[in-house]
């Protein structure tokens, strides 16, 4: 009985201590268990802290290269941030002689970059987004306060570079009216008195990728400036492409006033003389012109020639350009194709009948639309008068004068839109239109 005793309890003990052997086993995996998923999780967190910093690292390079190149999406919703502002604004003064180089070309001076401009401003860029670009005129310039710098930013949904409010800011905006991608360059900035000269290299871009539909340039300053003067800059390849074309001009004949036609539209039937008081410029006319015209008029614009008796509806006469028209500061760049609405628009705002800018259109619309681009102005009546005064007797009431100067261009350039001021035709009308190409 006893050894039955002694070998239950041996038994149970043998259990007893594998029990605990089991547990002691369990527990050292369950640590195992634990150590290697702590290993794992320490191993992630470095993983995925390595990756935000480098996700950190490429953000930062990536707003660095578009703080320098100037370059925004306008879809992203950081455009309009304030984030890498500038509170320091380097007012540094740079001569021009340092940047451009000044050169003459048949008279006229040219401003030829020969290194970046150092001065403080900021260049950026809006892409194709017609919403954001129809907010704003095709081109503008103001100078601004801080107030309104800051609302132009969000409007156009561009970086604000700066944040000092005791400067005034240039804001130069312009945008390709023919939708073609553009680059562009602020070459100089110079300061004479009250006056702020600004040197801007534009042309179109033939990168595929270059979605650039607009500019905006930022100056800040701190001069009491009156005037704001733009003016054109060109690379050296621009530069010499223009002395080639000019070279081709140079062999063109001498500019001529051409088809100027001259109606009359008295209120009754009357006498009238038509006199060209240069008519020493004169190349050509119908009927030919002897001292004066004399012709009967009529209301409806009809006329008879005295000296023949013959049935007309205009006088014509072509003329020597003595005036030498050039390419101005203002006037309109227009793609060859677009030359019609261009005109029909223009004329009748000049003054034209739908008539007489019909004869107007037909006569010049071959002459345009073979350009890829044309920059044309209408001359002014002062102009006009230079070239070519008229004495008209009985002097009409009122007298209207076109004479649009045109140049065809490979490229658009950037000019100021013409104002015009529409006449009145009232009592005894005259009108004049005509035309010549600027060599």
Not at 100 to 125: F, M, V
Not at 195 to 213: L, P, R
Not at 310 to 326: A, F, G, I, N, P
Not at 412 to 423: A, C, G, H, L
């Amino acid at each position: 009985m006893e050894e039955k005793n002694r070998i239950v309890i041996d038994l149970k003990a043998l259990i007893l201590i594998l029990i605990v052997f089991l547990v002691l086993i369990i527990t050292i995996i369950v640590l195992s268990i634990n150590v290697i998923n702590k290993s794992l999780l320490i191993k992630e967190n470095n993983i995925i802290k390595s990756n935000i910093e480098n996700e950190e690292e490429k953000n930062e390079m990536a707003d660095n290269i578009i703080k320098k190149s100037g370059i925004f999406p306008d879809n992203s919703t950081e455009n309009s941030t304030t984030e890498n502002m500038n509170n320091v604004i380097d007012e540094k003064e740079y001569p021009l002689r340092e940047t451009i180089e000044i050169k003459q070309h048949y008279g006229d001076e040219y401003y030829i970059i020969k290194d970046e401009y150092k001065g403080e401003y900021d260049l950026q860029y809006i892409s194709n987004n017609q919403k954001i670009l129809s907010l704003m005129d095709e081109c503008s310039q103001e100078l601004i306060d801080y107030n309104k710098y800051i609302e132009l930013c969000s409007k156009l949904k561009i970086k604000q570079k700066y944040t000092d409010s005791n400067f005034k800011y240039l804001f130069i905006f312009y945008k390709n009216i023919n939708g073609n991608s553009m680059n562009a360059q602020l070459a100089a900035v110079t300061y004479e008195n009250s006056c702020m000269n600004v040197y801007i290299q534009d042309e179109e871009s033939n990168d595929e990728y270059n979605s650039n539909k607009a500019y905006v340039i930022v100056i800040p300053t701190k001069k009491k400036i009156s005037t704001i003067s733009t003016k054109s800059a060109y690379t050296v390849s621009q530069f010499n492409r223009i002395i080639e074309e000019d070279e081709v001009n140079k062999k063109m004949p001498e500019a001529i006033i051409l088809k100027p036609i001259i109606y009359l539209y008295p209120t009754r039937k009357t006498n009238v003389s038509v006199k060209l008081l240069r008519d020493d410029l004169i190349s050509c006319s119908y009927p030919k012109y002897k001292n004066k015209w004399e012709v009967i008029a009529n209301h409806n614009g009809d006329l008879v020639y005295k000296h023949s008796g013959r049935k007309l509806y205009s006088l014509y006469y072509e003329s020597v350009d003595e005036y030498k028209y050039t390419i101005q500061d203002d006037g309109f760049i227009v793609k060859g194709e677009d030359s019609i609405d261009f005109l029909e628009e223009k004329l009748a705002r000049l003054g034209l009948s739908e008539r007489e800018a019909e004869e107007f259109i037909v006569y010049w619309l071959p002459k345009l639309e073979c350009n890829k681009y044309n920059y044309v102005r209408f001359a002014t009546k002062e102009e006009i008068e230079k070239n070519m005064p008229i004495e008209i007797k009985p002097m009409p009431d009122s007298f209207i004068r076109v004479l649009m100067t045109y140049k065809g261009l490979e490229k658009p350039i950037q000019v100021k839109e013409q104002e015009i001021v529409t006449p009145k035709r009232k009592g005894f009308v005259a009108v004049e239109w005509g035309g010549t190409q600027i060599n």
